[in-house]
Nanobody, 124 residues
């Protein structure tokens, strides 16, 4: 089970840090990712981190502002979001998969396990 938290209502330019805690499985065996879904839109890729941290791809829209990291000892993945914009408003989901190939890190259908989502709202 994946439990996402840390969302909230902030102003443009503010920062938030999302957390995703895994229970029942050790995340060191999994590639981890964050996706987001705005109202009326498809769920889209935000960032991912491989098991070995060797690759951390980002969506172009968040590159340079967001940072994904993992703490395997705490079984937690983080998404540090800086310089937030109104267009970042969405429900953010964490996802995990043990078997996907790295070329599929950005593909939502490649992930088997999903958290329940945490709402991020950025006001202008």
């Amino acid at each position: 089970q994946l439990q996402a938290s840390g969302g909230g209502l902030v102003q443009a330019g503010d920062s938030l840090r999302l957390s995703c805690v895994a229970s029942g499985r050790a995340i060191n065996n999994y590639h981890m990712a964050w996706f987001r879904q705005a109202p009326g839109k498809e769920r889209e890729f935000v960032a991912a981190i491989t098991k070995t941290r060797s690759s951390t791809p980002y969506a172009d829209s968040v590159k340079g502002r967001f940072t994904i990291s993992r703490d395997n000892a705490r079984n937690t993945v983080y998404l540090q979001m800086n310089s937030l914009k109104p267009e970042d408003t969405a429900v953010y989901y964490c996802a995990a998969d043990a078997q996907l190939i790295t070329s599929s890190l950005r593909v939502k259908d490649a992930y088997d396990y999903w958290g329940q989502g945490t709402q991020v709202t950025v006001s202008s």
